[in-house]
């Protein structure tokens, strides 16, 4: 059940930019636990959490829920800024920024450590998502010009999400880390060339700077807009969190507490999130640091109201995420983007052409190949629950279809031959436009 006892901004029955945004500022209050946990909490790690401590700036959040054991999950909400403040004139004109003054929210991170402790999920929400708040419908990233309590109220009653911990962290934070590091190494497929963010690459490995970064993760360039925007973040926070913890820099001491100020100094938290709480969260993020960090999208698909582009929450699938997050168990395996490009999925719709349509968009954005196939066969009909079918040796790709769905996962009958080139099949139920 949601709090409030209302449903969240679920589509596709709904009433009548600029972004920055997402996991770059992620790795910069990430970069603080990272680095403590890399050394150990010896005494450069406990050096190091007080560096820390001095530098944030703390702000009152009432609306934070309160853990009620230690043993329990952990959740963390992490906003991005908008604002120049902190940014010199030279800063300013080098910088591709675009013309705005003050703050906005951009995409916003929810971060949840396992119950067990054996697992960091990431789940970005979109700025462009739908959401009730108070008695009309508007965009997350517009909810936060009431504040931190303003958007936490609205993710907690949207979607039943617990939120411990606020953290928000300002583009000068990005900027001052990755030069601090050195640059970034980044690899790219294609070409990539946007006038917006000033990116302008070649296909191949670079070695980014602080201003080539920004252009890189600020571009939309792509049929998915943000979706191709949070991929290329959430793939510039794995590499940073890579650089973070290169033996080099944790061997590097006077380079450490040069990044956990660049970090701190721009990171602003609620009040209670402090030294002993910072090193908890280095101690269980020590143990699964290594092993990557899940990092998914809220499944959506895209709706025009009102003349105006927004991002619907697919029921099934972000219900089902979020009850993970909400009893603090890891969340199923979506593999990676570059994964599921590899991962075609043939779609029968039974009949059900607009629920068809909202899967197809759901699988597209988070990076599916699509195969129409039609109805499909009478004993694939899926009734009222859209169902994935595993063909054999794809286990793991049906998998990571079923946790963008939320869907049941079962073997493909043999009497069916799956069209060719999928690799995993959808049969489209009634829940897929409830």
């Given at each position: 059940m949601l709090v ?5 901004p ?6 009548g ?5 997402l996991?770059?500022?992620?790795a910069t209050v990430?970069g ?12 450069t790690?406990v ?5 820390a ?5 703390r702000?009152?959040?009432?609306r ?6 230690p043993?329990?999950a ?22 591709t920024?675009?013309?705005f003054?003050g703050?906005r ?5 929810y971060?949840?450590?396992s ?8 789940v ?5 998502l739908?959401v009730n ?6 965009k997350?990233?517009e909810?936060?010009?009431g ?6 109220s609205?993710?907690q009653?949207?979607?039943g ?6 953290a928000?962290?300002?583009l000068?934070?990005?900027i001052?880390v990755v030069e601090?590091?050195?640059?970034v ?6 070409p990539?060339v946007?006038?917006?963010?000033g990116?302008?690459?070649e296909?191949g ?5 602080a201003?080539?970064a920004?252009?890189?993760v ?12 949070i991929?290329?973040q ?6 940073t969190?890579r650089e973070?913890t290169?033996t ?5 001491v ?6 956990v ?12 999130l402090?030294?002993?709480e910072?090193?908890?969260?280095a101690?269980e ?7 990557g ?8 698909y ?7 582009d ?20 890891p ?7 570059d ?6 999925v043939a779609?029968m ?6 629920g068809a349509?909202?899967?197809g ?5 988070v ?9 499909g066969p009478a004993e694939l009909?899926a009734?009222e629950?859209?169902t ?6 794809n286990e ?6 079923a ?10 009958p043999?009497?069916?031959t799956?069209p060719?080139?999928?690799?995993v099949?959808?049969a ?7």
């Amino acid at each position: 059940m949601l709090v409030g006892g209302e449903p969240g901004p679920w589509g596709p029955n709904v009433s009548g930019g600029r972004r920055w945004r997402l996991l770059r500022r992620l790795a910069t209050v990430m970069g603080v636990v990272v680095l403590v946990a890399a050394t150990g909490l010896g005494t450069t790690g406990v050096l190091l959490l007080r560096q820390a401590e001095a530098s944030l700036t703390r702000v009152p959040v009432q609306r934070l829920d309160e853990a009620a054991a230690p043993s329990d999950a952990r959740h963390f909400l992490i906003v991005g800024s908008d604002s120049r403040d902190g940014l010199d004139d030279e800063q300013r004109s080098r910088l591709t920024l675009g013309e705005f003054d003050g703050q906005r929210s951009d995409t916003v991170i929810y971060v949840s450590i396992s119950q067990d402790r054996s697992a960091v999920s990431l789940v970005s929400l979109p700025r462009d998502l739908l959401v009730n708040d108070g008695d009309r419908q508007r965009k997350l990233t517009e909810t936060y010009a009431g504040g931190p309590d303003r958007l936490i109220s609205v993710i907690q009653e949207n979607f039943g999400l617990p939120v411990n911990h606020y953290a928000e962290i300002s583009l000068g934070g990005f900027i001052s880390v990755v030069e601090t590091l050195g640059g970034v190494d980044l690899c790219i497929d294609d070409p990539l060339v946007d006038r917006k963010s000033g990116a302008d690459f070649e296909a191949g490995c670079h070695r980014m700077d602080a201003e080539q970064a920004l252009s890189y993760v600020r571009s939309r360039q792509g049929l998915f807009g943000d979706y191709e925007r949070i991929a290329r973040q959430q793939q510039f926070l794995r590499a940073t969190l890579r650089e973070l913890t290169d033996t080099q820099i944790l061997a590097d001491v006077p380079r450490l507490f040069r990044l956990v100020e660049d970090v701190a100094g721009n990171v602003t938290t609620d009040q209670n999130l402090g030294v002993g709480e910072m090193r908890a969260v280095a101690q269980e993020m020590r143990q699964v640091i290594t092993d990557g960090v899940p990092m998914v999208t809220v499944p959506a698909y895209p709706r025009k109201i009102n003349g105006i582009d927004y991002m619907i929450a697919y029921r099934p699938g972000t219900e089902a995420m979020f009850d993970r997050l909400r009893q603090g168990v890891p969340l199923m395996d979506a593999g990676t983007r570059d994964d599921r490009a590899e991962a075609p999925v043939a779609l029968m719709s039974g009949g059900r052409t607009d629920g068809a349509g909202i899967v197809g968009s759901v699988l597209q954005f988070v990076g599916f190949p699509i195969l129409t196939a039609g109805s499909g066969p009478a004993e694939l009909d899926a009734g009222e629950t859209t169902t994935v079918y595993r063909l054999p040796g794809n286990e793991d790709e049906a998998e990571w279809v079923a946790s963008f769905l939320g869907a049941p996962i079962r073997d493909l009958p043999a009497s069916v031959t799956a069209p060719e080139g999928a690799e995993v099949l959808v049969a489209v139920g009634a829940d897929a436009a409830a």
